[in-house]
């Protein structure tokens, strides 16, 4: 069993910044990955960027290439999204996921947060 929380959306304006964290608590495992998912009113839940168990493999999704950057804390067991420059089509709820690999697939992660909305005014 595993819980995930997000934390840390909120309303920003176009350039600004802002870092989600993603705090997993019950049983894990010592190799596991960690994804963000994004959706936004009337659009499919999409991948947005996913690290490794190591910390040293990450992913993301061309559109915020460059500009957001995943992360983990083991000793926190904690996963952020440090999201910068933002536009206001990033304008959307944040989802953490937990699964055994970090692929873009939604369908490949076993738990989900409830999510943490994001407003990016222009």
């Known amino acids: 069993q595993v819980q995930l929380g997000e934390s840390g959306g909120g309303l920003v304006q176009a350039g600004g910044s802002l870092r989600l964290s993603c705090v997993t608590s019950?049983?894990?495992?010592?190799?596991?990955?960690m994804g963000w998912f994004r959706q936004a009113p009337g659009r499919e839940r999409g991948f947005v960027a996913a690290?490794?168990?190591?910390?040293?493999?990450?992913y993301n999704v061309d559109s915020v290439k460059g500009r957001f950057t995943i992360s983990r804390d083991p000793a926190k067991n904690t996963v952020y999204l440090q999201m910068n420059s933002l536009n206001p089509e990033d304008a959307a709820v944040y989802y953490c996921?937990?699964?055994?690999?970090?692929?873009?697939?939604?369908?490949?992660?076993?738990?989900w947060g409830q999510g943490t909305q994001v407003t990016v005014s222009s």
């Open positions: 996921a937990y699964g055994r690999t970090p692929v873009v697939h939604a369908t490949s992660y076993n738990y």
């Open positions: 019950g049983r894990t495992f010592t190799n596991y990955a």
């Open positions: 690290i490794g168990w190591s910390g040293v493999s990450t």
